[in-house]
């Protein structure tokens, strides 16, 4: 299709064509594990689905074009595609990571892939500057996150980009929070983007899936040959369910936009609520760079409440009834996660503490339910 169609077309029609053989509108679940071939290493390029699967190839296309990025790979997972691109580097690299990421993230950074020899620096990137005070010959690659999971801090992709370029590092943006409505990286500079495609992208928090979107052929080809070697790689059903999703991401992303600024000025004005970290306030640090970078502020928020105790904070958790109290985001539904015991419990007191992920800090993923009753449960729930 047109690579200058908008959004919205895209998301419904890139990478799709209707079944040849019956004109089906939707792909084909095409539910095997090898293919008939005409001579031995002869095939219509599909010989084994570890490597290749006509559905994951129409949802690797359409995921690719919503990015703006001319190859797109899909995982089995979010940290099935982190993983594969830390695989691209040898024992003795180092990586500069956002010092505020998910807790997975540090998790398999520190505890999976430390221990092969490769470093990892978590650093503060409010200023994308300090970057420089980090980089060393061994340096090889720059990880961010923005907006970062579960504080919100933005983090200028255009500057780490000139930065990365300069000392030929590898520009990796997790592009999960904004998904790629609202951002899209590589127009900014970064060499790779990954999606946790479980959130925003799949929509429905019914499948689990990654993905890495990249303009570099280079990267691709070491990325694929990384994909297929290892096997991470999703099934048929995952994939059409993706593709299912992806045809109303547009129109989702405006209601999770338009219902977090709702909560987030709730918040903000309730008396009994201390910290809202919202990218969309014009005092969130960095909200001008946000405003630049992103289409619209998102539906993730984060809070406080005053002076209350962990336990008066797993209270209020446990009394939401619209929300519910569980690990993920970005669904249809919305979701109240307790991050120091759920998504980032792995990461130590002191560490997480030092960003701002306290023992009384809450996460919202705002769905796309009626505004009047996420703001009731809030209130309820609050007391």
Known sequence: MNEKAAFGTKAIHAGQEPDPTTGAIMTPIYQTSTYVQERPGKHKGYAYARGKNPTRSALENCIAALENAQH??????GQGASDAIIKMLRPGDEVIATNDLYG???????KIFEPFGIKFNFVNMYDASNIKNYINANTKMLWVETPTNPTMQIIDIKACAEIAKASSLILVVDNTFASPYLQNPLALGADIV???????????SDVVMGAICTNNKEYYDQLAFIHNSCGATPGPMDS?????????????????CS????????????????KV?????????????????????GGMISFTLKGASVEETFDMASRVKVF???????????????PATMTHASIPKEEREKVGVTDTLIRLSVGIEDIHDLIADLEQAIG
């Open 324 to 338: 519910s109290l569980a690990e993920s985001l970005g669904g249809v539904e919305s979701l109240l996660n307790h």
């Open 240 to 256: 059409f369910l993706v593709l299912r999703g992806i045809k109303t991401l547009h129109v989702r992303m405006d209601r999770h």
């Open 104 to 110: 997975g993230s540090y998790r398999m950074f520190t």
């Open 72 to 77: 797109g790979l899909c995982f089995s997972s």
């Open 259 to 274: 219902n977090g600024k709702a909560i987030a000025a709730y918040l903000r004005a309730h008396p009994k609520v201390d």
């Open 194 to 204: 990954m999606h946790s495609v479980t959130k925003y992208l799949g929509g429905h």
């Open 277 to 297: 970290y919202w990218p969309g306030f014009p005092d969130h640090p960095n909200h001008d760079i946000a405003k630049a970078q992103m289409k619209d502020f």
